[in-house]
C-alpha cells in the first residue's frame, strides 16, 4: 500500500523509500481515493456484521457482571453476619465471666474481647459500692434452719404463734 504522506520526499518527488506519491498525479489520486473508499466500505460492511455479535457479548458480560456482583454482595453480607455474630459472642462471654445480666451486658461497648473485658470491669466498678461486686442475699439467713411458708397466711400464723409462745 503506498504511503499517504501528503508532503514531499527528501528529493521532493518520491516518498523516502522510493514510491511515487500518488497525490502528484490527479488520476492516480482518484484511483487511490476510489481503493481507500472501497476499502472504507468494506471495514464498514464487517463492522456493520460483528455489531450484533458486539452488542450480545457486552449483554453477557453485563450479565456475568451482575452475577459476580450478587455473589459478591452475599458473601460481604454473610461476613457482617458473621462479624456481627462473632462480636455478640465475645460479647456474652465477657457479660457471663464478669456475672453481668442480659442487660448490663447490652451496655457494653468494644471492638475486641480486650476492650469489652475492660468496659466490663468500669461498668462494675460504677454499680458497686468501692468497685465489689455486691453479696448476693442468703435466703437462710435469719432462718432456724427450717423451712419456712412462703404465703401471707402461713407467715402470719408462724408471726402469731412466736409471739404467743414467748
Given at each position: 500500500?503506498?504511503h499517504?504522506?501528503?508532503a514531499?520526499g527528501?528529493?521532493?518527488t518520491a516518498l523516502?523509500d522510493?514510491?511515487?506519491?500518488p497525490?502528484?498525479?490527479?488520476?492516480?489520486?482518484?484511483?487511490e481515493?476510489?481503493?481507500?473508499?472501497a476499502?472504507?466500505?468494506g471495514?464498514a460492511?464487517?463492522v456493520?456484521?460483528l455489531?450484533?455479535a458486539?452488542?450480545e457479548?457486552h449483554q453477557?458480560?453485563e450479565a456475568g457482571?451482575?452475577?459476580a456482583?450478587?455473589?459478591?454482595?452475599r458473601a460481604?453480607?454473610a461476613?457482617?453476619?458473621?462479624?456481627?455474630?462473632?462480636a455478640?459472642?465475645i460479647?456474652?462471654?465477657?457479660?457471663?465471666?464478669r456475672?453481668?445480666?442480659?442487660?448490663q451486658?447490652?451496655?457494653?461497648?468494644?471492638?475486641t474481647?480486650e476492650?469489652l473485658e475492660?468496659?466490663a470491669?468500669?461498668?462494675?466498678?460504677?454499680?458497686t459500692?468501692?468497685?465489689?461486686?455486691?453479696?448476693?442475699?442468703?435466703?437462710?439467713?435469719g432462718s432456724?434452719g427450717q423451712?419456712?411458708?412462703?404465703?401471707p397466711a402461713?407467715?402470719f400464723?408462724g408471726?402469731?404463734?412466736?409471739?404467743?409462745h414467748?
Amino acid at each position: 500500500m503506498p504511503h499517504l504522506d501528503p508532503a514531499p520526499g527528501p528529493d521532493g518527488t518520491a516518498l523516502p523509500d522510493g514510491e511515487p506519491r500518488p497525490w502528484d498525479d490527479p488520476a492516480a489520486a482518484r484511483a487511490e481515493i476510489e481503493r481507500l473508499a472501497a476499502e472504507l466500505a468494506g471495514h464498514a460492511a464487517r463492522v456493520a456484521e460483528l455489531e450484533p455479535a458486539a452488542a450480545e457479548l457486552h449483554q453477557l458480560q453485563e450479565a456475568g457482571k451482575t452475577e459476580a456482583q450478587r455473589l459478591t454482595e452475599r458473601a460481604e453480607a454473610a461476613e457482617r453476619q458473621a462479624e456481627q455474630t462473632r462480636a455478640e459472642l465475645i460479647r456474652a462471654q465477657v457479660a457471663h465471666s464478669r456475672g453481668l445480666t442480659e442487660r448490663q451486658a447490652a451496655r457494653l461497648v468494644g471492638a475486641t474481647r480486650e476492650e469489652l473485658e475492660a468496659d466490663a470491669d468500669e461498668l462494675l466498678a460504677d454499680i458497686t459500692p468501692g468497685g465489689h461486686r455486691l453479696m448476693q442475699p442468703d435466703p437462710s439467713q435469719g432462718s432456724s434452719g427450717q423451712h419456712t411458708a412462703t404465703d401471707p397466711a402461713s407467715l402470719f400464723t408462724g408471726i402469731l404463734h412466736n409471739s404467743l409462745h414467748r
